[in-house]
């Protein structure tokens, strides 16, 4: 019957934390040299929606029903949502806990904006749009969280930009206040269960790792900011130093990180791919690159068209199922194995044959729910991004056309659990994102649910 600690770091790498910089860490490798930890495999596609509630539900994205931050509503061609705390139909580990009587507190974790009841405490996440909506449980807690921070920060603001300084004093000044109220709840506040997630890590990673990689295509030797993300690393070690004396003889700590991150070597401009190769018909080329939404597409000779982010999302122009559909049903499955036999075909600028994966949503999800794409691609195993864009007449491109973007996600992030009075450390190479809420409730003596989908992490 322990209490439960999880400090979620969204995007923290595993090559970083357990390889590069371990020793830099002390409060994390004092919990790595006690405890259970690995690399976890994160979602399909690595992303933080769907990702952190793939972990705290153990459901997979299929059976969540959503693939990505931005998800089709119906079959037209243009209408798109962000997932929000209303569409997650599946339980979290603290409504689970809630409902045995186990008070809980939930910090930043995303997809829980608007917030929900449960008992106890919680403050919502960076896809909250403004402070100035409630986005506390109960809502008077918004004047408590306002006060300890000096005003809370819910995201940094515009990461994708040259305004380094900027971005880079707004992510340490937020991740300062998220820590801080994490520190004010779990010493004022009643808990069985707290958990945070820090998105600063996710942010400096996409806002500055050119100037850390050697390696980065992009790599300025000398440059400024050479050491800004081991800074920040250190720094929220030692956050989570200030967290853990919190944790007495009867509390496990977790950290954990829902997807890693790489390197990007450049993008893939997936519709002006799909216009060389016939799929997609334009009505009328634009002046400028244009989202293709903002696009005169012809839909009638249209048959795929994409979109961009860390991975493409590929959606076929079905007859009967999109308002201007015309690839037949049966043409159907025998066009998208030659989508994906092109697609993995697409080599690198200098005639390299690239590592892309493309993945049908039924061949990765027991279940469908909601609308998927229709096919998902990694290009280059995620060394490369997809850009969604139309306009520029080139497939390649070394510029992120939603601003600059230094960073993919990777597929693994990080699991560390210490229990206390336990003084071995074993690794294990098996884990998986989904395995998180089960190990949670053992921990803490409440039956694992048989609908959920991972295993009990044991040491």
Same mark, same amino acid.
């Given at each position: ?153 819910? /995201?940094?603001?515009? %990461?994708?930009? /040259? ?61 400024? %900011? ?71 597409? /012809? ?81 280059? /195993? ?32 990080? %699991? ?44």
């Amino acid at each position: 019957m322990r209490k439960v600690i999880v400090i979620g770091l969204d995007c923290a790498a595993p090559q970083l934390v357990f390889d590069a910089w371990r020793e830099e860490l002390p409060n994390i490798k004092s919990l790595v040299e006690r405890g259970v930890w690995g690399k976890l495999r994160s979602t399909d596609p690595p992303i933080t929606v769907p990702a952190w509630m793939s972990m705290l539900t153990s459901k997979n994205p299929g059976r969540l029903g959503f693939y990505g931050l931005r998800n089709r509503v119906d079959y037209s061609y243009t209408k798109m949502s962000i997932p929000n705390s209303m569409q997650v139909k599946e339980p979290t580990v603290w409504q689970i806990l809630s409902e045995r009587g186990k008070r809980c507190i939930v910090i930043g974790v995303p997809q829980t904006y608007p917030p929900r009841p449960l008992n106890g405490y919680l403050v919502s996440c960076f896809l909250t749009p403004s402070t100035k909506n409630d986005y506390t449980y109960p809502v008077d807690f918004k004047r408590e969280v306002e006060q300890v921070t000096g005003g809370y920060i819910l /995201d940094c603001d515009n %990461f994708r930009t /040259d305004e380094k300084q900027r971005i880079l004093d707004q992510i340490f000044a937020m991740t300062q206040k998220r820590f801080r109220l994490a520190e004010y709840c779990l010493s004022s506040k009643p808990w069985d269960f707290f958990i945070m997630v820090e998105m600063g890590i996710d942010r400096i990673h996409h806002g500055f790792w050119k100037y850390m990689d050697k390696t980065h295509p992009k790599h300025e030797p000398g440059n400024p %900011f050479e050491n800004v993300i081991k800074d920040y690393y250190k720094f929220c070690d030692e956050q989570i130093g200030s967290l853990l004396r919190f944790a007495d003889g009867d509390t496990t700590v977790m950290v954990v990180s829902d997807h890693g991150a790489r390197k990007m070597d450049g993008g893939i401009c997936i519709n002006e791919w799909l216009i060389k190769e016939g799929y997609l018909v334009l009505k009328e080329w634009p002046s400028t690159p244009q989202p293709i939404e903002k696009c005169m597409v /012809d839909w009638e000779k249209t048959k795929a068209w994409g979109s961009g982010g860390y991975y493409a999302r590929l959606m076929i122009n079905v007859k009967g199922r999109e308002p201007q559909g015309v690839v037949a049903l049966a043409e159907y499955e025998s066009l998208r194995a030659e989508l994906i036999s092109k697609l993995e075909a697409i080599p690198s600028p200098d005639g390299r044959k690239m590592r892309t994966r493309v993945v049908r949503p039924e061949d990765v999800y027991p279940e469908v729910r909601n609308i998927p794409p229709d096919l998902f691609v990694y290009f280059d /195993d995620l060394n490369w991004r997809s850009v969604g864009s139309v306009g520029s007449g080139e497939i390649y491109t070394f510029e992120n056309d939603t601003g600059p973007d230094d960073a993919n996600h990777d597929w693994y992030g990080i %699991f560390v659990m210490a229990e206390a009075g336990r003084s071995q450390s074993v690794y294990r190479d098996d884990l998986d994102i989904k395995d998180v809420a089960p190990t949670i409730l053992h921990q803490m003596g409440i039956e694992v649910p048989k609908d959920m989908e991972g295993k009990v992490i044991q040491g």
